[in-house]
């Protein structure tokens, strides 16, 4: 009777013993499969950081008044300029854009004050801030759509025909519309449209007559260019 409990007691713990190491095998399997082997390549993490760089054309609407002038117009010059935007990207879909560049804008009278001619010539520096929303199921191809805030400043103003003008600095809103193709991780295309709502208020003076106006700016912003994701 002794003997047989003493062969009980053995195979109970031969048992153990290979249930212990069988466990402690499927540890060491499982802690050599998740950790990395030597050389395997490791998916790199975006950057949060891009930039662009683009040739931008500047469309503005030929419309505005002088105060107290019935019939009076104003229309402006295009242009086409370089611009640099930075954007931070919060998620893979969200992302902050702010764009960066100066242009000029050449004014001239219409209607009843054309015969002004070029009333003045006056510089802008635009910065816009916009929110986007990009789409990310559609591989190399990244649509995006945003809304934001512009605040133009008017510097290096110049009178032509007028004895004196002043355009005002305003805020304005913002819309745009674009798309990115990426080339490779870091390096893609460019194509963006913004219309943004500007209509800044002005001082001019004419033959000694001081006048107030408005111009109706409201530009859109026609980009192409290279972007790149840090």
Same mark, same amino acid.
């Given at each position: 009777?002794?003997?047989?409990?003493?062969?009980?007691?053995?195979?109970?713990?031969?048992?153990?013993?290979?249930?212990?190491?069988?466990?402690?095998?499927?540890?060491?399997?499982?802690?050599?499969?998740?950790?990395?082997?030597?050389?395997?390549?490791?998916?790199?993490?975006?950057?949060?950081?891009?930039?662009?760089?683009?040739?931008?054309?500047?469309?503005?609407?030929?419309?505005?008044?002088?105060?107290?002038?019935?019939?009076?117009?104003l229309?402006?010059?295009?242009?086409?300029? $370089?611009? @640099?935007?930075?954007? *931070?990207? !919060? #998620?893979?879909?969200? =992302?902050?854009?702010?764009? %960066? +560049?100066?242009?000029?804008?050449?004014?001239?009278?219409?209607?009843?004050?054309?015969?002004?001619?070029?009333?003045?010539?006056?510089?802008?520096?635009? $910065?816009? @801030?916009?929110?986007? *929303?990009? !789409? #990310?199921?559609?591989? =190399?191809?990244?649509?995006y %759509? +945003?809304?934001?805030?512009n605040?133009?400043?008017?510097y290096?103003?110049?009178?032509?025909?007028?004895?004196?003008?002043?355009?005002?600095?305003?805020?304005?809103?913002?819309?745009?519309?674009?798309?990115?193709?990426?080339?490779?991780?870091?390096?893609?295309?460019?194509f963006?449209?913004?219309?943004?709502?500007?209509?800044?208020?002005?001082d001019?003076?004419?033959?000694g007559?001081?006048?107030?106006g408005?111009?109706?700016?409201?530009?859109w912003?026609?980009?192409?260019?290279?972007?790149?994701?840090?």
């Open positions: 009777m002794a003997r047989a409990r003493i062969g009980v007691a053995r195979a109970v713990t031969a048992a153990v013993v290979l249930i212990v190491a069988g466990q402690a095998g499927a540890a060491d399997v499982h802690q050599a499969a998740s950790v990395p082997q030597a050389g395997a390549p490791v998916a790199e993490a975006p950057s949060p950081w891009q930039i662009r760089l683009r040739a931008l054309g500047v469309i503005t609407e030929d419309s505005g008044y002088v105060n107290a002038v019935p019939g009076s117009g229309s402006y010059s295009d242009t086409v300029t $370089p611009e @640099l935007d930075i954007s *931070y990207f !919060f #998620t893979d879909n969200v =992302a902050a854009e702010l764009i %960066l +560049g100066t242009t000029y804008a050449n004014i001239d009278g219409q209607g009843t004050i054309g015969g002004l001619g070029k009333v003045g010539k006056v510089w802008l520096l635009p $910065p816009t @801030l916009t929110l986007q *929303y990009h !789409f #990310t199921e559609f591989g =190399a191809f990244k649509p %759509l +945003g809304a934001g805030v605040y133009t400043i008017f290096h103003q110049q009178a032509g025909s007028a004895d004196d003008l002043k355009v005002k600095n305003t805020f304005g809103t913002a819309l745009q519309v674009g798309f990115d193709y990426m080339v490779n991780q870091h390096w893609g295309v460019n963006d449209v913004k219309k943004l709502f500007l209509k800044p208020d002005f001019v003076t004419v033959a007559a001081k006048l107030t408005k111009a109706k700016l409201d530009p912003l026609i980009g192409a260019g290279l972007t790149y994701r840090f």
